[in-house]
């Protein structure tokens, strides 16, 4: 289930406890109506417990917002559908992960990418990727069956960046130069690679940010925004898939900060290089 503090959900309880209040009831007042034990109301309006579409019927009805049902179970659906847990979507096969994220990119003309302790995807190589992918399996305990050909899924979609007119734009955090998968050989070569592409690509950008930078907002989780129409990013738990135009904007402003701070062009290959050397 999402976290009791993400925003989407959060943004609906809002709307419902806004209807609440033009109505002119206590929370108390409307859980008596419904029928309901009161903590229920501040657990819908504070985004805890997601609502369904027959509690928005209720609450609706009670506070005479009619009108607002279809919109409001429309969102709360779509809230729901943004979710889906890692254990569960790795158990049908890591694999379909890739293919159904190949999907997403050949509709994609502009990437932005965020990674505060990760090389991403497009610019692993096949050992680091198999490392960290054999790692998510492990952690979530599921059959690592397929793990090859997820492997070569992943490898298989950065053929992406040397297709058409598509622009990627990567930022990483200096963390992730240093974050050890599979040990100093797979380092070496994985940082060697990316400092291969960042030459050969002219459509693929690359900025670091140094560890000593002041972070406006935090480094937060890493997320991609395809185009400026749905962002992906990951908690623990799940995988999430932003559509919400305002959620969007945030990332969008969040990623714009991040471009201040990073280092590009030789400064950044130079924070690669040294990572390297370090190992």
């Known amino acids: 289930m999402p976290a009791p503090t993400d925003p989407a959900r ?18 108390r007042e409307l859980a008596t109506r419904a029928g309901w034990r009161p903590p229920r109301v501040s657990k819908l309006e504070g985004g805890w417990q997601a609502p369904s579409a027959e509690d928005i019927r209720v609450w609706c009805r009670i506070c005479g917002a009619e009108d607002q049902i279809p919109e409001l179970i429309a969102t709360a659906r779509a809230i729901e559908q943004q979710y ?34 990760h090389i991403p995807g ?35 979609r950065q053929s992406i960046l040397r297709m058409g007119t598509r622009h990627f734009h990567v930022v990483l955090a200096e963390q992730a130069l240093y974050t050890r998968v599979g040990g100093a050989g797979v380092m070496r070569e994985q940082l060697g690679h990316l400092l291969a592409e960042m030459a050969a690509l002219p459509r693929l950008r690359v900025g670091v940010v140094p560890r000593e930078a002041d ?12 185009d400026a129409r749905v962002v992906m990013t990951e908690t623990v738990t799940a995988g999430i898939s932003l559509t919400q135009p305002h959620e969007i904007a945030l990332y969008e402003r969040h990623f714009k900060g991040l471009v201040r701070l990073a280092g590009y062009g030789r400064r ?12």
């Open 215 to 226: 972070y406006e907002l935090g480094p937060h989780a890493g997320y991609w925004i395809f």
């Open 268 to 279: 950044a290959e130079e924070m690669i290089a040294k990572a390297s050397e370090d190992l």
């Open 84 to 117: 889906v847990e890692w254990r569960r979507q790795m158990r049908a096969g890591q694999r379909r992960v890739q293919r159904a994220l190949s999907t997403e990119d050949l509709s994609t003309t502009r990437w932005r990418i965020w990674e505060p302790f």
């Open 10 to 27: 959060e943004a609906l309880g809002s709307r419902l406890r806004e209807i609440r209040r033009d109505a002119e009831l206590t929370g």
């Open 122 to 156: 497009f610019v692993q190589t096949r050992a680091y990727a198999r490392a960290i992918m054999a790692r998510s399996m492990a952690f979530y305990e599921v059959p690592a069956d397929d793990l090859d050909a997820a492997v070569a899924a992943r490898i298989g």
